[in-house]
């Protein structure tokens, strides 16, 4: 009589699965879990002085001081910043697509005053900002605005700041080299 692997297999596994059913398990939790010399982690915090003189002992070379490079991606270089009196909001740099000679003493390079959010600013400032809905090809440069949009922009005479879902975006400048996409 042939025997059937699968009960062969199941039956070696039940005297191992009894054994391990009467071992006890030890929980996670309680001092019998903790070691029995137990210190103050504020024993084993180095300070600057120990962790230099360990480098000493070691051998090893002294550390070479390198200053830190400003790499323009800060968050005050990439930002526009538009305020009025005591409240100013942020915006990408490259979101103002129109700016009229009266309000270009309102883009500041440097927050003023009290931050707010743009919807907040917006409805404080209506009368000189407007926002614009753009797509997202226009966004990308591989669109550009029309030229009828940018001439109502000069019509109003009001600041115009691009948006996608009234959320403000920065906008590259139309490339008429680069291959458009279907």
């Known amino acids: ?5 699968w009960i062969v297999v199941a039956l070696c596994g039940l005297p191992v699965c009894s054994v391990l059913a009467d071992e006890v398990r030890k929980g996670g939790i309680g001092m019998e879990v903790l070691p ?25 070379r002294a550390l070479k001081v390198v200053a830190r490079r400003n790499t323009g991606f800060g968050f005050l270089e990439l930002s526009q910043f538009i305020g009025n009196g005591s409240t100013s909001t942020v915006l990408p740099k490259g979101a103002v697509l129109f700016c009229p000679d009266q309000w270009s003493s309102r883009l500041l390079s440097a927050p003023d005053g ?4 743009l919807a907040e600013f917006v409805a404080a400032n209506r009368n000189w900002i407007a926002l614009h809905e753009v797509s997202p090809a226009q966004v990308r440069g591989e669109v ?23 959320n403000p975006v920065s906008v590259l ?10």
């Open 144 to 166: 550009p605005i029309p030229d009828g949009e940018r001439e109502a922009f000069a019509v109003h005479g009001k600041l115009v700041i691009a948006t996608i879902a009234a």
């Open 114 to 117: 009290r931050i707010v959010p």
């Open 36 to 60: 029995s010399r137990l210190t103050a982690p504020v024993r084993d915090v180095s300070d600057d002085e120990s962790l230099l003189a360990r480098r000493t002992e070691r051998g090893t």
């Open 173 to 182: 400048p139309s490339n008429s080299n680069s291959p458009q996409k279907p």
């Open 1 to 5: 009589m042939k025997a059937n692997p």
